[in-house]
């Protein structure tokens, strides 16, 4: 296997970004607390996420 690296500040932006996600949903009614802001976090989470596994193809 070939040395994979992981870009460590995306990583750290991705657990950021979804454990505020986490937090500000609510199981009870299936809703967040502020939709606004969570849609922003909801798309910078999912581009976080698409630099970090299309950095990990490259090196492939």
């Known amino acids: 296997m070939k040395n994979q690296k992981i870009s460590f500040?995306?990583?750290l932006i991705a657990i950021?970004?979804?454990t505020g996600l986490y937090k500000d949903f609510n199981?009870?009614?299936l809703t967040f607390k502020r939709p606004y802001l969570d849609i922003v976090y909801g798309v910078s989470?999912?581009?976080?996420?698409?630099?970090?596994?299309?950095g990990k193809k490259e090196n492939e």
């Open 9 to 11: 500040p995306l990583l």
């Open 27 to 29: 199981f009870a009614t």
């Open 45 to 54: 989470l999912i581009f976080a996420l698409y630099m970090i596994f299309k």
């Open 16 to 18: 950021i970004i979804g």
